[in-house]
């Protein structure tokens, strides 16, 4: 049983983690960039475009980990006992 609940919660932390990594990474600008902005200079050369790097950096970190966590899980699954995965 306490096999079955780490695999779960192991499978939660792993599924949570890469889904949030994805959307930081995916919407990164969205989140940082101001309603209305108007630039003269480069856009690379502003603060919310170097915040907007920051997160999509992390954003990457977490979907890695998230890949990992599962990885580990599966692997973990699949070398169990064969007793131990069946359900009652």
Known sequence: MARRARHA??????????????WLRLD?????????FSISALRESTTW?????????LGLALFIFGLAVLF?????????????NKRG
Do not use: C, K
């Not at 990164?28 to 209305?36: C, E, M």
């Open 28 to 36: 990164a600008a969205d989140i940082v960039r101001p309603d209305t």
């Open 72 to 84: 580990v899980v599966m692997v973990s699954w699949l070398r169990a006992p064969a007793g131990s």
């Open 49 to 57: 475009a170097a915040r907007e790097r920051a997160l999509q950096d």
């Open 9 to 22: 919660f192991g499978a939660i932390v792993g599924l949570a983690s890469s889904g949030v990594g994805a």
